[in-house]
C-alpha cells in the first residue's frame, strides 16, 4: 500500500509529460501556420476586396500553408487585382499602400486603401440598330430606354450596374416585337482626372416579329380550337413576350392540360408570320380532391371535389362538390363550357346549403348562370342568381326570402401567390340586386368592396392593411337573402370577437345586417423564413343603419408559419367591448 502511494505521482508526471511532449509541438505547429490578411479600406470596399483578393481566396483553402515565393507570389497577384477590384465599384485612381512581413508564426499581408474619389456617369449615349431604327417610333423608343436605363447621368459608375444597363436596354426591346434584339456594341471611356465616365451601347433589334399560326402537339382527346381560345394569339398581331406568358399560364390554369410550353418559332426568315410552337400534355380526364382543416371560427372542416374534364366528349367540365363545417354544410353541382371566342366561360350550377350562425339557421337552395373570364391580374364574372331560403331565428320560422339577382364582380390581383405575400394588393368590387317586378321578395342594390394591401418592410417583414366596405340599398331586410347582407367578427373579420357575431340583434341572436364596414392593420416579422410573429389591431361592425355602425376593436399578437401543407395561423385577440380574449387558429390541407 505504501509503496503503491509512493508510484502514483510518478505515474501522473509521467502522463503529463508525455501529453506535453505530443500537444506542445501540435500548438507550436498551428501557431507557425497561421496566416493572416489584414485589410483597411473604407465602406463596402473592404468586404469586396477580404472576399475576391487572390490572398483571400488562398487563404480560404482547406490546410493553407504557403512557401515564400508561394505567399510572395500570391502577394503580388492581389497588388494588382487590388486596383481591378477597385475599378469595378468606380474607383479608377485610388492610393494602395501594402506590405507583408514573416514571423514565427506565419505571414502577415497588410492593405491600407485610400479609394479617391469615385467616378460619375457623364454622358450615355444610345443607338438602336436594325428594324426598330427604321420605324416610326424609334425616336420615342430611343428615349424611353435612356430614361428607363438603371445607369444615368449622375449616378456612380459601377461595373455590375453598366453590365445591367445594357442588359436591361436588350431585355425590354426584346419584349416587344423584336425577339432577336441583342448588344452590337459597346464602350465605356473613363476619364480618371476628372472621375468621368462616357458610355455608349448600340442595340440591333433584328427584324421585327409578328405571330403567326400556332403549332400544337400532344393533343389526344380535345380539339386545336380549345388552345387557340385559351391562348387568345391572334394571327397578325406584332409579337409581345407577356403574351406569350400569358398564352401558357390560361394552358396551365384552365384545368384541360398538366403541362403546357409555349414559345416563338424565331428565324429571321419567317418574322412576318412567325410560328407559336406549343405543346401540352393533357390531364388525367378525372380528379377526386379531398381536403380537411380547422378552424376556430368553424371548427372541423371536411370537403370534396369532383372534376370530370371532357363531360359528354365536349371538352365541358362537370365539378360536384361538397363541404361540411360546424357552422355550414353544402352540396353544389357546375357545368362548365370551352371558352368562347373571346375567352368567356359560360356554366351553370345549383347549391343546396344550411347555416348555423349566432342563432339564425338558413337553409337555401340556389340555381345560377355564370360568365367569366380572366384577363393577366383581372378577374370578371357576371352572375345570374335565383335563390330560395328559410330563415328562422331562436328555432321560430321567421320568414322566406326570395330573389332572382344580376350580379357583377370584379377583382384585380397584383399580389404574388404566396402564402404570405409581400407586395402588391387584391380588390374586389361586387355590384349586384334585384326587383320586386321579377321573382323576388323586395327590389335592393348591393355594392360591397374589399381591399388588401401589402407592404414590405425590411428582407423578411411586411405590413397588411385591409378594408371592407359595403350597403344593401333597400327599405329594410324583409325577403333579402342573407348571402346579400352582412356580418363581422371573425379570423378575417374583427379578431377577438366570435365568428360573424357583430351584426343587429333580434331575439338574443345576431343577425345579417344592410352595412358593413372593417379595417384592420397587422405587422408581420419573419425570424426565418417559415416562422413570424405579428402584431394587429382590428376594427368594425355590421348593423341595419348607418347611425349603428359604432366599430368594435379587437388588438393583439399573432404566430406564422409556413407549413409544408400551407399557412398556419394563430392569433390571440382581445375585443375591447367585450372586454375577453379569444384564439383564432386555421389550418387546412388538401390530398
Same mark, same amino acid.
Given at each position: ?517 372593417? &379595417? ?35 388588438? &393583439? ?35
Amino acid at each position: 500500500m505504501e509503496l503503491s502511494h509512493r508510484l502514483r505521482p510518478r505515474a501522473a508526471a509521467c502522463t503529463r509529460g508525455v501529453i506535453a511532449a505530443l500537444v506542445l509541438p501540435l500548438c507550436a505547429a498551428l501557431q507557425a501556420h497561421a496566416d493572416r490578411l489584414e485589410i483597411d479600406a473604407p465602406g463596402s470596399l473592404k468586404p469586396l476586396l477580404e472576399k475576391n483578393l487572390d490572398l483571400a481566396w488562398g487563404l480560404r483553402q482547406k490546410d493553407a500553408h504557403f512557401s515564400a515565393d508561394g505567399w510572395r507570389e500570391l502577394y503580388e497577384k492581389s497588388r494588382a487585382s487590388a486596383r481591378d477590384l477597385l475599378e469595378t465599384e468606380g474607383y479608377f485612381s485610388p492610393r494602395i499602400e501594402s506590405s507583408y512581413t514573416s514571423t514565427a508564426q506565419g505571414w502577415t499581408a497588410r492593405f491600407r486603401v485610400d479609394p479617391g474619389p469615385r467616378t460619375q456617369v457623364a454622358h450615355v449615349d444610345l443607338r438602336l440598330a436594325g428594324a426598330v431604327a427604321q420605324s416610326p417610333q424609334a425616336q420615342r423608343l430611343q428615349k424611353t430606354l435612356l430614361q428607363t436605363l438603371p445607369l444615368r447621368p449622375g449616378m456612380p459608375f459601377t461595373q455590375q450596374a453598366w453590365s445591367a444597363a445594357k442588359h436591361d436596354a436588350v431585355l425590354r426591346l426584346a419584349a416587344h416585337r423584336y425577339p432577336d434584339a441583342h448588344l452590337a456594341a459597346s464602350a465605356a471611356l473613363i476619364d480618371p482626372q476628372k472621375h468621368a465616365a462616357q458610355l455608349s451601347l448600340t442595340v440591333d433589334s433584328g427584324p421585327a416579329y409578328v405571330f403567326g399560326a400556332l403549332e400544337i402537339q400532344g393533343l389526344k382527346r380535345y380539339p386545336p380550337a380549345l388552345v387557340r381560345r385559351l391562348c387568345g394569339l391572334p394571327q397578325g398581331e406584332p409579337y409581345e413576350q407577356s403574351k406569350l406568358l400569358e398564352c401558357q399560364r390560361n394552358l396551365e390554369y384552365s384545368g384541360y392540360f398538366q403541362n403546357a410550353a409555349v414559345q416563338l418559332g424565331r428565324a429571321p426568315e419567317r418574322a412576318a408570320a412567325a410560328p407559336v410552337q406549343v405543346r401540352v400534355e393533357e390531364a388525367k380526364p378525372y380528379r377526386l380532391t379531398l381536403g380537411a382543416g380547422y378552424g376556430t371560427d368553424t371548427g372541423p372542416r371536411a370537403q370534396a371535389q369532383w372534376l370530370q374534364r371532357d363531360f359528354a366528349r365536349r371538352a365541358m367540365q362537370l365539378k360536384l362538390a361538397t363541404l361540411v363545417e360546424n357552422t355550414q354544410q353544402q352540396a353544389s353541382a357546375e357545368l362548365l363550357w370551352p371558352p368562347d371566342a373571346d375567352r368567356y366561360v359560360w356554366s351553370l350550377g345549383s347549391a343546396a346549403k344550411r347555416t348555423d350562425i349566432q342563432g339564425q339557421v338558413t337553409r337555401a337552395l340556389q340555381i345560377l348562370g355564370k360568365r367569366a373570364r380572366k384577363q393577366g391580374a383581372v378577374e370578371t364574372a357576371l352572375v345570374a342568381q335565383f335563390q330560395v331560403e328559410q330563415q328562422s331565428v331562436g328555432n321560430i320560422l321567421q320568414q322566406s326570402n326570395r330573389a332572382l339577382t344580376l350580379n357583377y364582380i370584379w377583382t384585380h390581383h397584383t399580389a404574388p401567390a404566396t402564402d404570405y405575400p409581400r407586395h402588391g394588393w387584391v380588390s374586389t368590387v361586387q355590384i349586384g340586386g334585384a326587383l320586386k317586378a321579377l321573382l323576388s321578395d323586395q327590389s335592393f342594390l348591393r355594392l360591397y368592396w374589399r381591399h388588401l394591401q401589402f407592404f414590405p418592410v425590411g428582407k423578411r417583414d411586411r405590413v397588411l392593411a385591409r378594408l371592407e366596405l359595403g350597403a344593401t340599398l333597400a327599405p329594410n331586410t324583409q325577403g333579402i337573402p342573407t348571402d346579400f347582407l352582412f356580418r363581422a367578427g371573425g379570423a378575417n373579420s374583427v379578431r377577438g370577437y366570435a365568428y360573424q357575431s357583430l351584426g343587429p340583434e333580434v331575439g338574443g341572436s345576431v343577425v345579417s345586417g344592410r352595412y358593413v364596414a372593417t &379595417g384592420s392593420v397587422e405587422y408581420d416579422h419573419f425570424f426565418t423564413p417559415t416562422w413570424g410573429v405579428a402584431l394587429f389591431v382590428d376594427a368594425g361592425q355590421a348593423a341595419d343603419s348607418l347611425g349603428a355602425l359604432h366599430p368594435q376593436v379587437g388588438v &393583439g399578437p399573432g404566430l406564422r408559419y409556413r407549413s409544408p401543407v400551407g399557412p398556419v395561423n394563430l392569433d390571440v385577440a382581445y375585443g375591447v367591448g367585450v372586454h375577453q380574449w379569444r384564439l383564432h387558429f386555421t389550418l387546412g390541407l388538401s390530398f
